[in-house]
């Protein structure tokens, strides 16, 4: 049962984010079109695989992003169990959507690069398959929010998936050392230093940021959206109760 | 002309890699216009009901009673 007291706190996230939104957005515009502009036209094409690691550009990013906001979801979500903060719950609510999207265009990509480059769309991989397992728990996380209704106990369940999910998240990174994949090694995020060409570092790393400032954006919009939901809920049974 | 068809056909991996761009743009997209376009449609809902029903804020000063169920 929502109280009206809860959104004495929204109301500094609503003016905060609206303050934030317009730098955070116009930040993520520019990374988003210099990063799409060094991708395509300006990074060299690789000695091996020739334009096609173009893909790596909107792969990368994707995946990175997919593994960073279930990251985000599941902190959110430990702090919503343990302290009850609504906003924390309401961030992890709103980061699933787009963490799938994210999950799902990493998948469509790979399977796009995989297919000229392995001879093969799909092989069951440790990498492959976890991300894929990986997008199955956001589906099963927003499937929670959406069938159980009582605002308190969705957002637990929820809780609980989220975090029980997260044993995903390194078993994804180390999948490539752990066992032997057809996805290839790390060449980024590398103890010793990343062994990527760097002609190819500005599209890679400006689109890494951009879709991390992207995500930001989306998530405040749709955090605000769903103050204002709740809003319209307890308001609307305030209403019934006169 | 020529540097266009070259361009365009990525070594010969259109088909993979244009995909792909379209599949990106096109999700990136589609997630800035739901979501935003989801605020606008709350934020009017929220005004219409405020509208219709203007809280008032100080009801110890209000002259009317206060409903009660006794």
């Known amino acids: 049962m929502s109280n009206l007291h809860q959104f004495a706190n929204p109301t500094r996230f609503l003016k905060m984010s609206s303050t934030l939104l317009p730098w955070v957005g116009a930040l993520t515009g520019f990374l988003l079109v210099y990063g799409f502009w060094q991708a395509l036209f300006v990074s060299p094409p690789d000695y091996q695989m020739g334009e096609a690691v173009r893909i790596m550009y909107v792969h990368v990013p994707s995946a990175y992003m997919g593994m960073l906001v279930y990251g985000s979801m599941a902190f959110a979500s430990a702090i919503a169990l343990i302290w009850k903060h609504p906003l924390a719950d309401i961030a992890a609510k709103c980061s699933a959507p787009i963490g799938v999207a994210f999950t799902g265009l990493a998948l469509a990509t790979g399977m796009l690069w995989g297919q000229p480059m392995w001879g093969t769309f799909w092989v069951w991989d440790a990498r492959l398959t976890s991300v894929l397992l990986l997008f199955f728990i956001y589906l099963g996380y927003i499937g929670l929010w959406l069938t159980i209704e009582d605002t308190s106990r969705a957002s637990r369940a929820a809780a609980i998936l989220a975090l029980v999910g997260s044993v995903n998240l390194p078993i994804i990174h180390y999948s490539v050392e752990w066992w032997n994949t057809l996805h290839q090694p790390a060449s980024l995020l590398r103890l010793d230093g990343p062994t990527i060409d760097p002609g190819m570092l500005p599209a890679l790393l400006s689109l890494i940021v951009g879709y991390t400032t992207f995500y930001i954006t989306i998530l405040l919009w749709r955090m605000q959206k769903e103050l204002i939901v709740r809003k319209i809920r307890a308001l609307q049974i305030l209403r019934s109760n006169q | ?70």
Do not use: C
């Open chain 2, 1 to 70: 002309m020529d540097n266009f068809a070259e361009f365009f056909s990525m070594g010969g991996y259109a088909s993979f890699v244009w995909p792909s761009y379209i599949l990106s743009i096109g999700v990136l997209f589609w997630l800035v216009i739901s979501s935003f376009n989801g605020l606008l449609q709350e934020k009017a809902k929220l005004d219409e009901i405020e509208k219709n029903n203007p809280r008032v804020r100080n009801i110890s000063k209000s002259s009317k009673p206060i409903p009660h169920d006794t």
